[in-house]
């Protein structure tokens, strides 16, 4: 944990060889630069939180092989591009917070799989398209915000 520092930089891709990490918090720091491709290497971490950064570019689909994680936090950085359906394998997974970022496209409908998801947070972004309506199978949902997106058509009953 070095949440609130002054750290800079990008994440050191040498983070893949961190197998036995369950916690991983670098938020409100100054990283920047791409998320890498590498932290779906990370294959015991149970949080992530890379909130309160300077991040762009596409939040990598290897993220989706965390099986274990349960925390996801990516929120207020400079994310873009459209989330990917490997999102649906995060089958452990309670808390989704990628608001306050440039992320477009569809919100998968994949996500509909996530049984023990409590939490999704995707405000503030530029999604758009429908709400899917397999968001009605996350039954352990007791808290979505979608606001200040795009998102068009009815809210799925």
Request: aromatic share 6%; net charge negative.
């Amino acid at each position: 944990n070095v949440h609130g520092n002054q750290l800079s930089g990008s994440i050191p891709l040498s983070f893949r060889n961190l197998e036995s990490l369950t916690y991983l918090n670098l938020s409100a720091n100054n990283f920047k630069g791409d998320i890498p491709v590498e932290l779906g290497h990370i294959i015991n971490l149970d949080t992530l939180d890379l909130s309160g950064n300077n991040f762009s570019g596409h939040v990598p689909a290897s993220v989706g092989y965390l099986e274990h994680l349960l925390t996801l936090n990516l929120s207020h950085n400079h994310l873009d591009g459209p989330l990917s359906a490997e999102f649906g394998n995060l089958r452990s997974i309670q808390t989704i917070d990628m608001s306050f970022n440039n992320l477009s496209g569809n919100i998968p409908p994949e996500i509909g799989q996530l049984q023990n998801l409590a939490s999704l947070i995707l405000n503030n972004n530029d999604l758009h398209g429908k709400i899917p309506e397999q968001l009605t199978n996350c039954f352990s949902l007791t808290s979505m915000n979608l606001s200040y997106n795009n998102l068009t058509g009815i809210v799925p009953s």
